[in-house]
């Protein structure tokens, strides 16, 4: 198992680091510093979004016309093809490679799109140069989504991030840089005249972003004693906390001032690519059930569906005939959890062990 696996730094905050988090002040120059690290690292414009959907719109919308097509990964998040949507442009989803959870040059084939958003899921990195030539040929743009992969670098050595027309980030919750909410793009060839995000963060969500490590800690100490995913139940249901899924897209709102000041920390000290460690289980159900059992909490797969989270899988009329990988692994997969250290997972990894699935 890789050491520096996925992710999630407010999920690992110390005691003193949720305090920090939950009372720390923010100030528009950290929003400042934030753009101009960003602007120098990835090499063009950038601007500091609510999340990474609100990014993802704005790389879109600055370099394709509305009605382009656009090729998603088969197996990703709701977010993904929100911001293709929002962009009024057309998600067309390609099957995924088994081993990297990517398309690859062969799922594209037969496949035509204006743009390409490449997500190097879970941290798995995109063979980029055949990538580069397929769009090259295919005359679409490239736009680059770091949610997973933040600080990651291509087989050629080029990091993430630098190789697109424009580049999306996302803070959000378990993310590679994770300050519970917030994003940023990069517009690197087409430099659009968009003003930076206006609106003043609602104080719903600010609160629940600085109190969320709080919540999350309390459910962690709950699981082990089989409430952990009652009491988070209750704090959706009570809207202390809101599922990342739910983060809503608002091109025009701004970050919480001290989520900035977060996220720069983070990215300064960014080490090699983060990886998110999954498994292809046979009998997850039951598998899941065992865990449960020894005391852990795994549920919240990335992804459960080819387009997570389930409940709004339907709305997005996933073509499920063309993406069978994708159908296939989202039934197998189950992720280790950003929250046990090594040491509290070793009980567990023996559990999982006996269901991975051999090829
Ligand atoms: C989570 C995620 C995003 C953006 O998430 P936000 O919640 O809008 O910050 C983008 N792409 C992928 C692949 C993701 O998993």
Redesign the pocket.
């Known amino acids: 198992m890789k050491k520096n696996y996925f992710l999630g730094a407010a999920a690992n905050y110390s005691r003193k680091q949720r305090l920090l988090h939950t009372f720390s002040i923010g100030k528009q120059s950290d929003i400042d510093d934030l753009k101009d690290f960003l602007a120098k690292k990835y090499d063009g414009k950038a601007m500091i979004t609510k999340?990474?959907?609100?990014a993802?719109t704005l790389a879109l919308r600055a370099n394709l016309p509305k009605g382009s097509r656009v090729i998603v990964n088969g197996f990703?998040?709701c977010?993904?093809v929100e911001a293709v949507r929002a962009a009024e442009m057309e998600p067309v989803f390609a099957d995924i490679n088994k081993k990297t959870l990517n398309f690859d040059t062969e799922t594209l084939k037969n496949l035509d799109g204006d743009g390409i958003i490449v997500?190097n899921t879970l941290g798995n990195m995109v063979d980029i140069e055949s990538i580069e030539r397929w769009a090259e040929k295919n005359n679409a743009v490239i736009i680059e989504?770091l949610?997973?992969c933040a600080g990651a670098s291509y087989a050629d050595g080029r990091e993430a991030g630098t190789v697109g027309a424009a580049t999306?980030l996302?803070?959000?919750k378990d993310?590679s840089i994770d300050t519970i909410?917030g994003?940023a793009v990069i517009f690197r060839t087409k430099i659009p005249k968009f003003s930076d995000p206006r609106m003043r963060p609602r104080l719903s969500d600010h609160l629940r972003e600085r109190f969320y490590p709080m919540f999350g800690a309390m459910s962690r100490g709950l699981t082990r004693i089989h409430l952990g995913g009652a009491f988070m139940k209750f704090l959706v249901l009570i809207r202390f906390v809101q599922r990342?899924a739910d983060?809503k897209?608002e091109t025009n709102r701004k970050i919480s001032k001290f989520e900035a000041k977060l996220a720069l920390r983070q990215l300064q000290d960014l080490e090699e690519g983060p990886i998110r460690n999954y498994f292809l289980v046979k009998d997850r159900t039951e598998l899941l059930k065992k865990l449960r059992e020894a005391g852990y909490y795994f549920e919240g797969f990335?992804y459960e569906k080819p387009v997570s989270p389930a409940r709004y899988y339907e709305k997005v009329e996933f073509p499920e005939e063309n993406c069978p990988v994708a159908v296939e692994v989202a039934e197998k997969i189950i992720n280790v959890p950003t929250f046990y250290t090594e040491e509290q997972l070793q009980p567990a990894l023996k559990i999982i062990n006996k269901y991975v699935e051999k090829d």
């Open positions: 999340n990474g959907r609100s993802l990703t998040c977010a993904v997500q989504d949610a997973h999306a996302s803070f959000g993310k909410s994003g990342s983060n897209l990335w």
